[in-house]
């Protein structure tokens, strides 16, 4: 990435961080799914399918308009695979047309410097590639050996910022694996972040002590900024629950294939309202509610977006999520399973 692109981009994001902190009343980051389809199968990952089409561009356009009227700060397309949409060049021009950060989070395998350029030209701002292991095995393809050379192309023609996650938990063979992908990440020159891969429900099961110690060496290789806003994943490592606010459906908008809002990627269904009718009541319910699953909640971007307001506004539970009598023995089941 070009430095004076490197340091506007930086300038627009302590922008929208002292806009967050001034005020509580917009989403700070939305993820956008502009299709579900796959061309991996991860064995940990409920996230994919190989049958869905691409959502039609319109469609999509009307979605990203709709968050920048909710005046949303950053919008990161996810998916299943976004780069088998085959407009994902203007969905990411939509969102940059409407002054917001635009963000990918992709499995790599389909970068070439061709596409590269394209995603240059279209204003891609943050690209986030995870690699699960070095040699590809059953339970995952997302492979050092494999991606190296998508990851030189992206060092030499990419003009967006670079964060390579690796990955430990999750049924990941050879934990020592992403002290591998963090040292390439850092040799040629990406940011590198560690990631504790969740279970079925987004929650956690506790590390084994040696991927306990992996996960402590590869934190200190990464990204400083990610590690102090990371503080949390000490806590998930040692399997302990910890304190905070998830504000899922108000700051933080997971916005499915189908255009329905929910909390996470991890909990599909609340509150599963179109996003076309989404409103600051919607907000301000969603903002205020707690969140059953939050003690052992693996998800960083939500975590991240969480600091911004966990100073203020404590939470009640209501109706919708588990009852509070409950979520003790949630969290049991959470750490005492296999
Ligand atoms: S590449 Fe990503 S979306 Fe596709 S199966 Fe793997 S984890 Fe899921
Ligand atoms: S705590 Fe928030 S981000 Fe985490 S699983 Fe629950 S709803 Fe999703």
Known sequence: MRKSKFVKLKLREAGFISRALLSTRHPVLAHLIPMRRCN???GYCNEYDHT???VPLDVMKRRIDKLGALGTSIVTIAGGEPMMHPQLDDIIHQIRLRGMIAGLISNGYYFTPERIKR???AGLEYL???IDNVEPDEVSRKSLRVLDKKL???SEYADFHVNINSVIGGGIKNPEDALSVARRAVELKFSTTVGVIHDGD???KPLSPKEKDIFQQVKKMGNKDHARLNWFQDSIAEGKPYNWR????ARYLYICEDGLVHWCSQQKGYPGIPLQDYSMTDFDREYKTEKWCAPTCTLQCVHQVGILDNWRDPQQVPGLTKPESSLKDTIHEVLSAD
């Open 40 to 42: 991996l199968a991860c």
């Open 52 to 54: 869905s089409s691409p």
């Open 119 to 121: 995603l240059n030209k």
């Open 128 to 130: 986030q590639i995870s």
């Open 152 to 154: 030189r192309y992206l």
């Open 202 to 204: 987004g929650t956690l």
């Open 246 to 249: 998830c504000r899922a459906g």
